[in-house]
């Protein structure tokens, strides 16, 4: 069938359906089988007061269409029938089980960003850490337990093609307990505002903010290969599914220009030839498509509309960046309460930064009227975009032809804070409540240096993490394999070790979003140049304005300081707190497919005892299919170069 166009759907609305019990191992209790088939439709559990945990079952179909976002139609993965995907919801504590179903011509897996997984490592789909790929036409089943409240989101974890359009949301609403214990009065005392941020929290507008192009990531992999130039240039932001290809006058872009970018694209972008941008020789930028940097064609595509009703009083707002590439930020008055779904101390700001990957949670205080712009804009130097949306009090309908005239701009077209308001600084975050703070001491210190090694290689630590580790047996079945691989790509130490990571960025590298698979770690540190400090206890007598460790903030996302013209550093500190294989690498698609990621060893000396039969089975019989398809593809190989057809396959457009 035809994609779906992104339409905005109310919060949590278009849920899967729940999967039939025969698709879903029974890895829980009997107990919980029998609550959710005693307790009738999804749709009526969705609402139901949290009383006790519920096994919630889900299918996710991929499959294969079209879609126009933008109002250019191209090829595009779908889920469910639709991208974005349908959203998923559920309450914090309650076990989730989701069949993904690969109706795709390619592998794939699915990744629950910001579950944090607890006891069951098996089901953070990722290719070659935890799982084998999905075959074409087989299924795997994901079961975990939703520990962790607040926003998150699913999407592909295999080559790139996330940014091909498998993603959505998800949220878990938060136990009772946590609701109301969370930092509501640093934003008013008020009994009746409290109720109303408390029932703002359990049912938020979540707006989506992505990147989008008009090819597919197969091709635009290809065409990386084929130029030696890496495709850092996107056509359109989407917002909730929907956006427009907006080509602005020359003008627009000349307050942004300057020695490192002097000139751009008509779609806002460095030059392909830009040295800065593309630093290696190898480079052929001519013979890029032109499509891809230089081709603009306005569109006037419906663009997605966010309703709130006054008589709320309040409405929670969860900014999610589930683009491949740039840092967005969005412009209104917030007040920021959470980051990656962990509670923060309240600050009040007019500007968000959202880098790929993270989440942002904030109140906005329902005391208007009528139409207001949501402006999305990049905040990177090798492109100068934005997006828009709609945020209405009296909507007549899920999308809009026009963009509202700002009230009170507070953001550029390229993404420039405007003189006299706040941009939050996410460095000042301090986790809530005040006890969650990090160990004052580590006994394990680990350094990762992000290099970017040649024009078609990034890496996370001196080595890229090779495409191929994909298709391997995945580590957590046989984490001896770790051994085979450099080892600065595997670190490892013992379960229950306290942590740092100092994340070196040499002079030429760029902001980049990094993610930790698992459980969320401090952001203690940062500071200027090269990290020459054995630990962090030593770098703390010398320079401890560097460091914070009463109440960092807590996160799953670490945005890495610009450091294009000089080094800089970072340091996260976070605990092994259960035996597991854990991926951490750059949210940017296409630094992540470059090698930018490391596998962290934590207690991994030897496979875990607790992997449930299932996961077992099912990797075992992945694995022979995997090896048989093997076979037939290198006969087939040898065939071909016998008749002497062995070709390069032209590079199509989708």
Known sequence: MDGGTGALRPPFSGLPSPASSSLTPNLFSAARLNTMRAAGPLSALLYAGVSSATLFQYTLNLTTGTAALDGVTRNVYLVNGQTPGPDIVVDQGDDVSITIVNNLPVEATMHFHGIEQKGSMWSDGVPGITQRMIDPGNSFVANFTATNSGQSWYHAHSKAIYGDGIKGNFYVRASPDELNNGPWSQIST???????????????????????????????????????????????????????????????????????????????????????????????????????????????SPLSVVAVNASDKWASVGFNNQGVLWDFRDNHTFWVYAADGQFHDVQEVDVINVPPGERITAMIKLDGNGDYAIRASASITPQFISGYGVLSYSPSSTSSQNIPEPRNQKLGYGGDTRSGFKELDPMTLKAFPSTLVPPQTANKTIFLELYRLNSMEWSMNSNPFAPFLELVEPLMFSPSNAQQLNQSLVPSYPFGTVVDAVIQLNPGNPKHPLHKHGRKAWIIGKGPGIFNWTDVASAIKDHPEYFNLDRPPYRDGFHTPDSVPSANWMVIRYIAEEQSVTFFHCHINIHTVGGMAVALMEGMDAAPTDIPQYYIQWDQAAAQAQAARKVKRDAERNVAVGAGSLMPAAVKRA
């Not at 909730?240 to 000139?263: H, M, Q, S, W």
Request: with cysteine; glycine share 4%; net charge negative.
């Open 190 to 300: 008020n009994s009746a505002d409290i109720a109303a941020m408390k029932a703002a929290h359990q049912d938020p507008k979540i707006i989506t903010i992505s990147d989008w192009t008009h090819w597919d990531s197969e091709w635009g992999i290809a065409e990386w290969n084929r130029t030696k130039t890496e495709l850092i240039c996107v056509d359109s932001v989407l917002i909730n599914g929907k956006g427009r290809v907006i080509c602005p006058p020359p003008e627009t872009f000349t307050p942004y220009l300057n020695d490192i970018v002097p000139a751009v694209t008509p779609k806002g972008c460095a030059y392909p030839n830009n040295s800065f941008v593309q630093p290696f020789d190898d480079k052929m930028p001519d013979e890029v498509d032109p499509s891809v940097f230089w081709e603009c064609t306005n569109t006037t």
